[in-house]
């Protein structure tokens, strides 16, 4: 059945947030601003972001521990990890990792954190206590996101150059497989009772179910344009994917792979997550610099369809434009181009 | 060429520092506000925008290679 949403709010937090976590205790939302080179700590009750934490360079994911109260952020540049007290909510300490640390994932049960480390396509294994590390495990170029399967004893690391994921044993850290999946792969989820894990490929533009048994793609599921970031709901019945490309969040049915909604959200989205306290989406648009809350609706609350601007400027003139060259700082308008062929590239270096 | 977006007030050292990671020789040109994609309808990136010679937009999005390669024989057949 279609789904309905409306968004609650937009909260601007900074520059190209990424990842983003939910502390339930204290009602907020932590928000990796990789551009700000900060933690955005978001009041969910306010709509407002009440501190920015500096942390290290480019912070990309975020997770939030309950028990020791302590937000850890994967600071890709600085090649470490920033460890954040969510009570003062000052830097405890930073641990170094791998190099260009940018996916996190926490095993609570084991109290382990594991870190994907794109650069030197590393995981690292840390004790979620004592900060100490465990493991530093062999995966693939683009070691990025990881998820974990404790019903296998599995994590697996998501390699985007590689455009592959690794399976590695949690009980003796030791690499036992692999599996290769579509381009530019870089977010994972995992459906443990179904024996089944999610992949986005953001250049192939699909998502990928893999039999964990099997450890092989057994369908590539329809999202929207590059798609790069993927939640599992709290129900294991969906799974949330943001499109970087179109700036949308595909709602996927577990069961049978369809595509049952597709949300507007803001511009470039990454990171998200489904907040477990009520159930609302948390999406960190990079391109907007907000964290978008969004929440399902029955009935006649939802947002207005947004017009597809995009889709009705095919066979319209392009509209003109003047704007600074990187390399001169010189004006350059549309003139220059006419009776000419050409593809404008819109692009962001993040 | 290539058109540089929602990089904020400082985006000429990111995108150099883009530039030079990934080789790129093409135009590059700043829309730090994002206020042109905005007037084209674009809200994500990659975005692809293909233009005839007429000035006349013949296709839009276009992530995948395999669809860019498409669109640009497309462009190029209707000459």
């Known amino acids: 059945m279609p789904i309905t949403t409306r968004t609650v709010a ?25 551009r700000s080179d900060t933690l955005a700590v978001v009041d969910l009750d306010a709509a407002a972001v009440v501190a920015h934490v500096a942390v290290g360079a480019e912070p990309i994911d975020v997770v939030f521990d309950e028990r020791t109260g302590r937000i850890f952020t994967a600071d890709a540049h600085a090649d470490a990890l920033s460890v954040v007290d969510a009570e003062t909510l000052t830097v405890e300490t930073q641990v170094s990792v791998g190099a260009y640390p940018s996916g996190l994932t ?14 030197g396509s590393t995981m690292s294994v840390l004790d979620l206590d004592t900060l100490e590390t465990l493991a530093v495990v062999d995966a693939e170029p683009g070691a990025g996101a990881v998820a974990v399967d404790s019903t296998r004893r599995l994590a697996l690391c998501v390699n985007f150059i590689a455009a592959s994921v690794t399976f590695i044993d949690i009980d003796t850290f030791e690499p036992t497989g692999r599996v290769e999946v579509g381009q530019g792969a870089c977010a994972v989820g995992v459906v443990p009772e179904r024996g089944e894990a999610f992949v986005v490929n953001s250049l192939a533009g699909t998502v990928a179910r893999i039999d ?33 490309g179109d700036g949308t969040v595909s709602v996927l049915s577990v069961v049978d792979g369809s595509e049952c909604g597709r949300i507007i959200v803001g511009e470039g989205p990454g990171g998200v997550v489904v907040n477990p306290d ?14 978008e809350i969004v929440e399902e609706v029955q009935g006649g609350a939802a947002d207005a369809p947004t017009e597809d601007l995009l889709a009705g400027l095919v066979g319209r003139r392009l509209p003109a434009f003047a704007l600074p060259d990187h390399h001169t700082g010189g004006q350059r308008t549309s003139l220059e181009w006419a009776e000419r062929r050409y593809i404008l590239n819109f692009f962001a270096s993040w | 060429m290539l058109i540089s977006v929602w990089e904020g007030s400082e985006a000429r050292p990111e995108v150099e520092r883009f530039r030079e990671m990934w080789g790129i020789g093409a135009t590059i040109l700043l829309d730090e506000s994002g206020d042109y994609a905005r007037e084209l309808g674009i809200r994500g990136v990659p975005t692809n925008v293909l233009v ?28």
């Open chain 1, 106 to 119: 926490l095993d609570t049960d084991e109290r382990r954190l594991y870190c994907g480390n794109s650069m």
């Open chain 1, 10 to 34: 937009a909260v601007p937090v900074g520059l190209d947030p990424e990842g983003t976590a939910v502390d339930i205790r204290r009602r907020r939302a932590y928000v990796a601003c990789s």
């Open chain 1, 278 to 291: 009520d159930g609302r989406l948390l999406v960190a648009n990079a391109g907007s610099g907000t964290l």
């Open chain 1, 212 to 244: 964990l048994e099997s450890r092989t793609v057994v369908e590539e599921l329809t999202a929207g344009s590059a798609p790069v970031g993927l939640t599992v709901g709290p129900l294991h019945d969906r799974v949330y994917v943001t499109n970087r």
């Open chain 2, 52 to 79: 005839d010679a007429d000035g006349v937009v013949r296709d839009v999005g276009l992530v995948r290679l395999d669809e860019l390669h498409a669109a640009v024989d497309r462009l190029t057949a209707g000459r």
